[in-house]
């Protein structure tokens, strides 16, 4: 069988895939080729009907329809080629991805690959809540495609556990479709989603969130009757006594993302245990040369314009090294989660070259009156203010890389 | 009577004995009180084909575990269904565990099991490298091995249609009379008749030979909870381990907290055993699942897993499910005919080791049956049943072939698992077919990875809508009351 | 006196001021920005919200996204998301299409806010 032979190959067509493209597009790559499983493009933007998007990126208040609408039109202005309803089944090393779809088995040849495969929800599974198996359980992100795209509504007396955005975000998609949000539960004394969804979508609606709090036991045989609510203590652990029933028909889980590298781990590529994204470069290209990653795979972002930020960030790279014909190795210093900090991306900026890194992290816990610092060994070459820093919301900070000289470390201190 | 005989129960008992009544020309029923089938204690078990090492000697267990264990290979080969005869480790951390290996072995002898050794540790890493910690040696058992239960339940059950075996789910049994010829048995659905009755309803086994028998039985069931983790640690783990059972936590009751390479890739770990009050209660707690990850975070490095992976991974942890074990309260099964029940066949307190000694207890007591009731063979008995292969198993030119051949094995819908539009269709469309969310998952694993369903479940849920000509709104888990929707949006409320 | 609140504008998330103080302006302060300014004013005085929801159109099952041209009052929304349930256009939908004018007589209009041009299945 032929295979197709491309410059670069994306791998995922949401607005990570579709940026990185388009950025590379501009920045001189000729064939690209989009790989998306689903029957759009615009990945999980499909199902975010609420408003918030595109502030940086276009100065203006979106939907995230709308959002990934922008960029569809512009891949389909720019020809990139898309292959849709199409699952990528691995990638090599040397770049070749083989693929399926209706049409059977297909192989890619590629100079360069950007994984933008985004993430999944942690499951309850994962959180091993104790209690029964009923229906009724839904993480946020497959109700919201439920209420979104099917057009159906999961229950009708709900409790929400997390308080991650998608959570926050359909408990007032819930509200306002008619049923009835009992209580957010959050393990940690603080909000892990936006402080604005904190207002807009549980003060406005009088649903109250209980901090320090998290679910214990769930109840029903075939549908969800209720679940046990216990306080928490300063590492997470239930206080005995502190329980109480509610009941409800459905428990809506929001209590983490989490990157989808199946493709990346076959591969062989390393792995951030901090963010579990790939390992990258200040080129955010992962160990194995001409492979890149941009996006929620690479880690959790909270907002779209940083992810398509990140991703044109890639693109500009990608065009770079497909221009230098084969992405040489260079020597580089390692990037480190100083005190305070948890998953600092990139984990290697090249010495030696000019220009600006940008740094994305997330603090470990909620400070305020803080300053973010990154020091090259013992020298502090970069500094932010804030009033306040929280895992919910992850950072930036610009560094020049002429003053990189040692290992990189970045931290929040008081 | 309108049947010659009607079984309860489609778990793995009753699946067994379906099919070896169906070698014989007989108007054979099955009832199930679940929606589905196969709907209870073989649903959530450790999934281990026992070698019989520590089964009592003299005991029916010990027997038919040896008998059943070495019908496998045959048995799953006839029925298509995966098994791996991977071996099982029982290794010793000190010199009290190591005299209990060497007692272990001795039963072994007794129990007629096969190939077992006890082994040092330098033997033990010369056989499987890696072991470490404090382990000082191990019984090596080479007959243990690996199936899915309910895989294997289906495709008995499918095997038994095939050859003329009713099958009835959703009708629960509630009384059971003698008369004459045989029994009358009230169901949720009716009235039945059979000339003999084969009691395989796990844990409420006792309540069906109580219904006909003086000679009360006593079923308690036991709780067992397990752990899953991820497929990725699959390649660390190719046999069966665990440590000698008296040095596990649950003492007596367990057969040991084991890792288990299912062959379905997740790797199982568990389990514990609790005596419960409620025999349909398979919730997991806190407790139970508190105790296996204790357990493994402390002895995690006796393991030669521990090698590529040093800490026990939490991360890995994909969800975890409870079973119940039917034990009976004279710690053996209890099978056949009760003295004052003539023709009532009971197949009771099918414990572990039930799964590995169920075909070699149908086997006998089927036989039993038929020559006490002049049964004659079923001339077009057909022993062979043969599944679609997966589309995960395929190669790369049986996919290509499959995709050309039904473009729906070109459409996934469920990632994490592999599983094709194809698949769930004729999981859907096949005798004793899916018809909820569960069915399709336990007929094509569809929901049971790493995602556990949050991007395919409502794919599934079109597909069941679409197939069975239902609302979306109708489709449920498993049957009953069990929904998955709430209804649709944008309706208006009535005033 | 002082209201406190949490700017939604846009996701710095400002925590914000408003004062109403006799015989002179109010005094807003914590704002990044001018948005923030307004939206602390208009907030402490009337709360004011982008609605965004799904409607159905005739003869489909799948609903379709919209959004408010504007914001309306907070204490409106959940009628608004009652009254869009009454409606249901034609299809073709496209991003964009005012689907609604001056809803409830609020002065906004629905916009659709993805494409809805055919009877999609699986």
Known sequence: ?414 | MEFDVIIIGSGISGACAAREISRYRLRALVVEKGYDLCAGATRGNSATVHSGHDAEYGSLKALYNVRGNAMYDALCADLDVPFTRSGTVIFATNEAEMAEVRRLKENADRNGVPGCEVLTRDALNALEDGWGGDVVGALYAPTGGVVCPYTLAFALCENAAENGVAFRTDTEVRGIRRTDGGYRLTTSRGELTAACVFNCAGTHADEMNNFVSGHTLRIIPRKGEHILLDCKLAPYVQRVWSQTPSALPGGGHTKGMGVIPSVDRTVILGCDAHEVHDKDDTSTTAAGTGEILRYFERNWRHLPISRAIPEFPRSMVIGAFGGLRPHSDTDDFVLGQPADAPGFYNMAGIESPGLTAAPAIAEALVAQAAQSRGWVKNPGFNPLRRRPKPFREMTADERREAIARDPDYGRFVCRCEQVTLAEIKQAIRSPLGARTVNGVKMRTRAGMGRCQGGFCGPDVVRILSEELGIPMTEVTRCGGDSRILAGETCVEEEP | MTTELICINCPLGCRMSVTIRDKQPPLVEGNACGRGAAYALQEAVRPMRVLTANMKAKGCARPFSVRSSAAVPRERLLDCAAALKRCHPSLPIHIGDVVLTDFLGLGVDIVATQNLDFSPNL
């Open chain 1, 1 to 414: 069988m032929i295979p197709i032979r491309t410059d670069l190959a994306v791998i995922g067509g949401g607005c990570a895939g579709m940026a990185g493209a388009l950025s590379a597009k501009a920045h001189g790559v000729k064939d690209i080729l989009i790989l998306e499983r689903s029957p759009h493009l615009g990945g999980v933007l499909h199902q975010c009907i609420h408003n918030g998007f595109g502030v940086f990126q276009f100065h203006e208040d979106l939907t995230g329809t709308e959002f990934a609408d922008r960029y569809e039109r512009r891949v389909e202005a720019e020809n990139i080629a898309v292959l849709t309803e199409t699952l990528v089944l691995s990638v090599a090393a040397d770049h070749t991805i083989t693929a399926m779809n209706r049409g059977g088995l297909i192989t890619i040849e590629a100079k360069a690959v950007l994984l933008a495969t985004g993430c999944r929800e942690r499951p309850r599974g994962a959180l091993l809540i104790p209690g029964t198996r009923p229906t009724g359980i839904f993480t946020a992100g497959t109700a919201q495609r439920y209420m979104n795209l099917e057009g159906y509504l999961v229950g009708r007396r709900i409790v929400i556990l997390g308080s991650g955005d998608i959570g926050l975000i359909m408990a007032r998609q819930f509200v306002l479709e008619g049923a009835q949000v009992l209580a957010v539960a959050e393990i940690q004394p603080y909000s892990t989603g936006l402080t604005r969804n904190i207002v807009q979508c549980l003060q406005d609606f009088d649903i109250p969130i209980y901090y320090n709090t998290t679910v214990s036991r769930i109840e029903g045989a075939q549908r969800l009757t209720g679940v046990t609510l216990v306080k928490t203590d300063a590492h997470g652990k239930p206080v005995p006594g502190s329980e109480r029933q509610l009941a409800c028909d459905t428990l809506v889980l929001s209590v983490g993302l989490i990157p989808e590298n199946e493709l990346a781990y076959q591969a062989g590529i390393p792995l951030d245990s901090a963010t579990g994204g790939a390992v990258v470069d200040d080129r955010l290209q992962t160990a194995l040369p001409g492979i890149f990653m941009c996006g929620n795979s690479l880690h959790v972002h909270d907002l779209a314009d940083f992810v398509t930020a990140e991703s044109e960030e890639a693109g500009r790279h990608i065009a770079a090294c497909i221009g230098e014909r084969r992405c040489l190795p260079r020597t580089t210093v390692p990037v480190s989660d100083g005190e305070a900090v948890r998953g600092v991306v990139p984990r290697q900026i090249t010495v030696g070259t000019e220009g600006s890194v940008c740094l994305r992290y997330r603090p470990a816990g909620r400070v305020t009156r803080c300053r973010t610092a990154v020091y090259s060994g013992d020298t502090l070459i970069a500094q932010k203010r804030h009033l306040v820093v929280t895992p919910g919301e992850m950072c930036e900070i610009t560094i020049d890389r002429a003053r990189v000289k040692g290992p990189v470390r970045v931290q929040v201190e008081r």
